[in-house]
């Protein structure tokens, strides 16, 4: 069997690294710049961290500020008429996954607009030609959508999370800067961290996790739990935030390349459904089904264990597994997720739909057990 890593061209990190964007885009001779990003960023002063940057070196650029939570086929095809009008030849995203997926989706479009009515490129889209450049420059700590071939966006009409994977959509250059991700709330903070965890433990168990795979995941499973509590209880810790940027992009780089599992297959429903955040909805689904997950997964629970300061060397199999969802479960308790999906809004009317959207997503077939829609909602029903 043949393992594939795709991974950026060029990354920084560190604070201050964001400064190099005048230096690179000088470089590849890129001209006028759409920067990417949501209207927050804009009001509380974060993307003019950036744009001082591009001003100082006299780059031109023009701004999008129409990104959202859970980005829609809307917002990307409202995107590229931006784009378009601009007349630029590259994009800065600035932001969470959102914005870093609605980038994605535009230069896609852009160089292959035979996918111009964004809901064919869901899966795996035969593109073509590469994507407009994107530099990517994180303000979370969580999806570490700045390292990975895939994007999410949401198609309102079939009421669905379109997840979208082409090696072609890579960000040419990724900036992971920690002075960016100073003022993230502290909810925000937890909710992301417990992303990016939930991408290193579904990476680490996945059914296409091989050994380079699991290297990463399990450092970044280790630099989370080290690095979370501490810049969700201290957020001006810029070594703190320093470290919860490195260990995502750790996280991404592997699990961009073999994948995810059940969390994420019924995550992404109660985003389309009732717009939950999506690091919200990873964060407290991951201990039931890891819990579910346990003895297909067992040995690789207690490497999960031990990387979250377990010591599990006198500990069963059994004991081990045990450990790796309780350490899980107490380190979303401490960093105050919600703990059941009654208390973010969600019926449970509406549970049966969600175990069926689950059941068909994309990444539910990467899990290490094999489910149906009957155990699917018996977990959204524990977890209610």
């Known amino acids: 069997m043949a393992y594939r890593m795709i991974l950026n061209e060029t990354s920084y990190f560190g604070a201050g690294s964001r400064k190099v964007i005048a230096e690179e885009v000088a470089k590849r001779g890129y001209k006028k710049a759409l920067i990417v990003t949501d209207k927050d960023l804009i009001k509380f002063g974060v993307a003019d961290q950036v744009i001082a940057v591009l001003k100082d070196a006299n780059i031109p650029y023009e701004i999008f500020d129409e990104v959202k939570p859970n980005p829609t086929v809307k917002n990307v095809k409202a995107g590229i008429a931006a784009f378009q009008?601009?007349?630029?030849?590259?994009?800065?995203?600035?932001?969470?996954?959102?914005?870093?997926?609605?980038?994605?989706?535009?230069?896609?479009?852009?160089n292959n607009p035979e996918?111009?009515?964004?809901?064919?490129?869901?899966?795996?889209?035969?593109?073509?030609?590469?994507?407009?450049?994107?530099i990517a420059l994180p303000t979370t700590a969580g999806t570490a959508a700045e390292v990975t071939i895939n994007y999410v966006i949401t198609d309102e009409e079939n009421v669905k999370k379109m997840v979208c994977v082409d090696p072609n959509d890579i960000p040419t250059l990724a900036i992971?800067?920690?002075?960016?991700?100073?003022?993230?709330?502290?909810?925000?903070?937890?909710?992301?961290?417990?992303?990016?965890?939930?991408?290193?433990?579904?990476?680490?168990i996945t059914l296409g996790a091989w050994e380079m795979s699991d290297m990463f995941e399990t450092k970044a499973i280790e630099m989370i739990a080290k690095w979370l509590p501490k810049a969700v209880e201290n957020p001006s810790d810029i070594e703190a935030r320093d470290g919860m940027a490195?260990?995502?992009?750790?996280?991404?780089?592997?699990?961009?390349?073999?994948?995810?599992?059940?969390?994420?297959?019924?995550?992404?429903?109660?985003?389309?459904?009732?717009?939950?955040?999506?690091?919200?909805?990873?964060?407290?689904?991951?201990?039931?089904?890891?819990?579910?997950?346990?003895?297909?997964?067992k040995a690789k629970y207690r490497t999960i264990a031990e990387a979250m300061g377990v010591d599990t060397s006198s500990m069963s199999d059994d004991e081990a597994a045990d450990a790796a969802v309780k350490a899980v479960k107490d380190l979303a308790i401490r960093v105050r997720?919600?703990?059941?999906?009654?208390?973010?809004g969600v019926p449970e009317s509406g549970l049966p739909t969600l175990a069926q959207a689950a059941f068909n997503d994309v990444c539910t077939p990467g899990n290490p057990r094999q489910t149906n829609v009957e155990e699917i909602l018996a977990i959204y029903k524990k977890a209610f």
Do not use: C, W
């Open 246 to 297: 490195t260990a995502q992009y750790i996280a991404g780089m592997a699990f961009s390349n073999v994948g995810l599992g059940l969390v994420h297959g019924m995550a992404h429903p109660l985003g389309a459904y009732y717009d939950i955040p999506h690091g919200v909805a990873n964060a407290l689904l991951l201990p039931f089904v890891m819990e579910y997950n346990k003895e297909a997964a």
């Open 176 to 204: 992971i800067d920690p002075e960016l991700m100073l003022s993230m709330p502290r909810g925000l903070t937890a909710s992301t961290g417990m992303d990016a965890l939930t991408h290193a433990i579904e990476g680490l």
């Open 337 to 344: 997720i919600p703990q059941h999906l009654s208390e973010i």
């Open 85 to 110: 009008a601009a007349g630029a030849d590259f994009m800065i995203a600035i932001g969470g996954g959102s914005s870093m997926d609605t980038s994605k989706a535009i230069g896609i479009i852009i």
């Open 115 to 134: 996918f111009s009515d964004v809901v064919s490129l869901e899966g795996v889209a035969n593109t073509k030609k590469k994507s407009v450049p994107v």
